[in-house]
Structure formats: C-alpha cells, structure tokens
C-alpha cells in the first residue's frame, strides 16, 4: 500500500525557514506528480506546490519565492523548502501523491 511520511515541521519565528520532507513508499516519485498541501485551523485544504514526474514545478501565489519544491528520486523522498516565513503561512502541511495522502506535519510560525 502507499504510503506518504512526512517530517520537518516545528516552530519558527517569522522570517525563518523550515525544510519538510514526504518520504514515500509503495510507489516512486520520479513516476508521479507530486503536491504538498495545506490546511489552516478552520479553511479548506488547499494547494501549495506541485511537481510533475518531469520536474517541472508549480506554487500557489503567496508562496512564489519563497518555497521551493523538490524531489531525490533516488531517495523516493519529496522536499519542500520554506523560507521567510509568516505567520500566515502556520498549518498543517500535507504530501500528496496519486490517491495517497500523508498523515500531515504541523508548520507553526509565530510573529
């Protein structure tokens, strides 16, 4: 069965960085498109990053410049990097993959 693990979550001041990872297991990322979502106490889960299995990249507006997603296919592990966090940005954090979803990490940023 797939599944989806992720870690690197914690508490930041704003301004600061956070590198989540999604290692994956019963499929490989280098075949799949690959998404991190979000989701705010209260809001809908939404779309942050995506890469397809080219490589080829894409995030939501408010984090253009600041995230970065990535993969290491030999790792089977997907990565998103987050820099000059805001408050804004605190949730948990969520790798997708195919069907499978990841239990979530929780990314807490303080003013």
């Known amino acids: 069965q797939v599944q989806l693990v992720e870690s690197g979550g914690g508490l930041v001041q704003a301004g600061g960085s956070l590198r989540l990872s999604c290692a994956a297991s019963?499929?490989?990322?280098?075949?799949?498109?690959m998404a991190w979502y979000r989701q705010a106490p209260g809001k809908q889960r939404e779309f942050v990053a995506g890469i397809t299995s080219g490589g080829a990249t894409s995030y939501v507006g408010s984090v253009k410049g600041r995230f970065t997603i990535s993969k290491d296919n030999a790792k089977n592990t997907v990565y998103l990097q987050m820099n000059s966090l805001k408050p804004e940005d605190t949730a948990v954090y969520y790798c997708q993959g195919t069907t499978a979803w990841g239990q979530g990490t929780q990314v807490t940023v303080s003013s």
């Open positions: 019963g499929m490989s990322v280098s075949a799949y498109a």
